[in-house]
């Protein structure tokens, strides 16, 4: 990974500092000429469910707990992720970005499987 | 197609492919060469407009996007906080090139009408889109603080 450039910051919003927000640059859509990324909500997710530096079992949690998962239940939570457009980009890139393995479709299997059977999360890791 | 654009307050038109970035449009069609172009990527600033009153890549954005929107680039710029800018730009002689600065002043602008107190802090992070090769970078805060001035003590633009 590496930093975004230009530096940019969340702000106070999620969506970036006064007149620099995400929007001076991402469109609605990726953008072919420019090789930038788009979509029409594109921002970032709150602070509270960021993940870098986190232990596996550390992030299992905290997608079940309703203080950083933006107050979701399970259910709402499979919603989000197999059904989002935005999360849905991680898969569809674009460009010349690796997408992320699977697809959504597949991913959404996963999570509900795991809910099904209990949502456990790994001990220690 | 004919895609029709309201530019610096006229309605323009563009017959070309719609997926045109506004850039070229502004600068090959309607010939308003103050924007610029310096890198293509969203990366250095230079071809910020504003579009309905925020601050654009105008090279990261296809022209189909912009009908029924309010485009105004460097040339149209009017407001009084565009007017406390330009002045203070002048006066600390901020340009040295000059090649970055409609795009600089573009964004300060953007910046001061949402933010007319502002920190250093603020600043840097407004303006961290915008680079500069001659590094004007002291210039250009000590004029956003002046323009900033100014316009909190109500001094004619």
Redesign the interface.
């Known amino acids: 990974m590496h930093p975004h ?5 969340r ?1 106070p919003d999620d969506r970036g ?5 995400c ?6 859509a990726n ?6 990324p788009g979509h029409p909500v594109w921002h970032m997710a709150p602070r509270e469910m960021a993940w870098q530096g986190r232990a596996l079992a550390q992030i299992c949690e905290q997608i079940k707990d309703p203080r950083h998962n933006g107050g979701r239940t399970l259910a709402q939570i499979l919603e989000h992720v197999a059904h989002d457009s935005l999360v849905g980009w991680a898969w569809r890139p674009g460009g010349s970005r690796e997408p992320a393995p699977g697809t959504q479709e597949e991913f959404g299997a996963l999570i509900a499987a795991w809910i099904e059977s209990g949502a456990a999360c790994p001990v220690g890791h | 197609m004919t895609i029709r654009l309201k530019v610096n307050g006229e309605t323009r038109e563009f017959n070309g492919d719609p997926d045109t970035p506004l850039l070229w449009v502004i600068r090959d069609d309607l010939g308003l060469t103050g924007t610029k172009y310096g890198c293509g990527i969203a990366q250095c600033g230079a071809c910020t407009v504003h579009v309905d009153g925020v601050p654009l890549r105008s090279c990261s954005s296809p022209v189909a996007a912009m009908p029924g929107r309010a485009i105004t680039t460097i040339e149209g710029l009017s407001s009084p906080v565009a007017k406390a800018v330009q002045k203070a730009w002048i006066e600390l002689d901020v340009a040295q090139c000059g090649y970055c600065q409609s795009g600089q002043i573009m964004s300060a602008v953007a910046l001061l009408e949402k933010k007319p107190k502002l920190s250093d802090r603020d600043i840097d992070l407004a303006m961290a889109g915008n680079i500069c090769r001659c590094a004007t970078y002291q210039r250009i805060r000590a004029a956003i603080h002046l323009a900033s001035k100014r316009l909190a003590s109500g001094d004619p633009p």
């Open positions: 450039s230009p530096l940019v910051v702000g500092a006064s007149a620099l927000r929007t001076t640059c991402h469109g609605v953008f072919a000429p420019s090789g930038v």
